[in-house]
């Protein structure tokens, strides 16, 4: 049996004929829970802009320093991760367990695979880790959801990772989403936020993605400027460096300004007032 096989038997309600941005995204980081048409359409992708690996390794990083930054430096112990994707080398739990193992992360991800996938990988450590199947875009579903709502305290401040989610929800309101989130938690909580740009991708390219993504399961791409980015984040005080390309923020070593927009991605993250 193949692997492809393998998969759509173990998660029988799974999509399989039509991409997946989750998916795709764990193949270019170099994941195994993805099908052919994934592959196939994640390789079209770099066809037409050669820049989305970049993306996709400027996003990972990034998501690895705002978790580190976030336990270390403000003492935030739980975690609520928006659209997490296929867990893959760098996941939000490994690196907040390792500065501190109590820490507790709520996976919510919409994708059949990516929920399975996260919880073969995790085993039996639902005290410290859960993995929700829900629509992000459904703030009560998330937030009442047992996984959720069992695992963490909102008496207690929680960081909201929003990383690539945003960008592709059916509502351009994404500020509207986040508030709803914001407004579950308490002052000392975190949003963090990285959203697709257009930085170094030319007309033609983001013409191309577009239509690319048509035919996926995610068939938007919201594009913003930084302005557009900080206006997601009404209430929270944006930490230096606000916001900026993601492999700007904080960087573990120096990064060129070339580099850092080759990503095609901003990022930010503000604690709440």
Known sequence: MSRDAELAAQVAHADFNQPNIARMYDYHLGGSANFAVDRHTAEQALRIAPQELDYCWANRAFLGRVVRTLVTEYGLDQFLDLGSGVPTVGNVHEIAHEHNPSARVAYVDWEAI??????????????????????????????????????????RPIAVLAFGILDIIPTTDGAGLAARYRDACVSGSALAVSNNAQLTRSDEEVAGLRALLANTSTPNLHLRTPEEVAALMPGYTLLDPGVVPAPLWRPDRPVSEQEARRGNVYGAVGILR
């Open 114 to 155: 990516a929920c399975h996938h996260a919880r073969h990988l995790l085993g039996p450590d639902e005290w410290r880790v859960t993995v929700t199947e829900a629509d992000v875009c459904e703030p009560e579903v998330v937030l009442n959801a047992a996984g959720v709502a069992g695992l963490l305290d909102f008496t």
